[in-house]
């Protein structure tokens, strides 16, 4: 898909300098732009690129003022970069603007959906599910019975969502993300065998989730596990049964959460965190990768280390933990010379 200067000007409301009529058809960065992609400049240790680049049309702001000749056409606007991401946004729009029901696919006769829709081929639809208005299901999914899916939401190839998921609008959910799967209980029997323990709860997802690829969220022992509003979650994360992650909070992969743990709203988890079950976590609380979190943490603290604790203190032990082997040699020293003057 092809778009001009102007048409993109148009979007952005910029200025054009240069040639309106000039097309492109891809992004690229500005050190490799190629004739027909479109770039921008936003950090100003990359503007020698500008007069060297051979992208097409370039966004920059409008305190640019150009020292040398340039080759490409200019889009002036307010901020260039937050145009740009306007510009990926409107372009994943369009790219994503599928409609109609592909075939093969099965849709239950007691599926109700919305306007606009778009499932794709080999997708499976159980039954009483309910689909809001210009939902994107792309192939190879599977929605179990009695689903809600609201406005506004995409579901990529290869997402499983199991029976009575309640999904919000404005939703995304990556390839390979699990929803719904049973928690992990078991219960210990005298001759040591574990009987499972049913799993009949569900998983709800409040409005504009976004979930990486092959991320699992399992369904409660009983209510629900909550994901509420804006929550962002990076791949590979495991959300164990009856967890509830307050609003705009946003985890980074590879991070485990284990039952019942309460973690509040606007809190930062770095990669590969593993939180015991049972805690609770306050709001604004901000993470360390890589760190083992076993106790309830107050508002606004940062932790790191395994076991965490304060990110202050961890790193001024960190000074120590580096010269332990010159603490433990100095400290032997100093009982060699006591031991030999007594």
Do not use: W
Request: glycine content about 12%; hydrophobic content about 35%.
């Amino acid at each position: 898909m092809k778009f001009t200067a102007q048409q993109i000007a148009g979007i952005l409301e910029g200025d054009i300098i240069g040639d309106e009529n000039v097309e492109v058809s891809k992004l690229s960065k500005i050190e490799e732009g190629i004739e027909g992609s479109l770039t921008f400049l936003a950090n100003p240790k990359y503007t020698p690129f500008i007069y060297s680049t051979k992208a097409s049309i370039t966004i920059v702001n409008r305190t640019f003022k150009a020292e040398n000749n340039l080759k490409t056409t200019l889009i002036k606007v307010d901020d260039a970069y937050k145009s740009f991401s306007k510009l990926l946004e409107y372009y994943n729009v369009i790219k994503l603007n599928k409609t109609g029901i592909e075939q093969p696919s099965f849709i239950s006769d007691s599926t109700e959906y919305g306007q606009n829709i778009y499932i794709g081929a080999f997708s499976y639809i159980g039954e009483h599910v309910k689909i809001g208005n210009n939902v994107k299901i792309f192939p190879g999914a599977y929605i179990g019975d009695n689903v809600i899916i609201g406005d506004n939401t995409v579901i990529f190839s290869g997402v499983k969502i199991y029976s009575e998921t309640v999904i919000g609008n404005y939703c995304v959910l990556n390839s390979g993300v699990i929803i719904g799967a049973d928690g992990f209980g078991f219960a210990p029997s005298e001759d040591g065998e574990y009987s499972k323990v049913p799993q009949i709860g569900n998983v709800i997802l409040e409005d504009f989730v976004d979930i990486g690829a092959s991320t699992t969220i399992d369904r409660a022992t009983l209510g629900s596990t909550i994901i509420r509003k804006g929550v962002k979650l990076d791949n590979q994360i495991q959300i164990a049964h009856n967890v509830e992650i307050g609003k705009n909070t946003v985890i980074a992969a590879q991070t485990g959460i284990a039952g019942s743990t309460k973690i509040g709203e606007n809190c930062v988890i770095g990669g590969q965190v593993g939180i015991v079950g049972h805690l609770t976590i306050g709001n604004n609380v901000k993470i360390q990768a890589q760190s083992g979190i076993g106790r309830n943490v107050k508002d606004n603290e940062i932790l790191q280390g395994s076991p965490a604790i304060g990110y202050s203190d961890y790193n001024k032990s960190y000074v120590h933990f580096k010269n332990l082997p010159k603490i433990v040699k100095d400290i032997n020293e100093i009982e060699k010379k006591i031991n030999g003057n007594s």
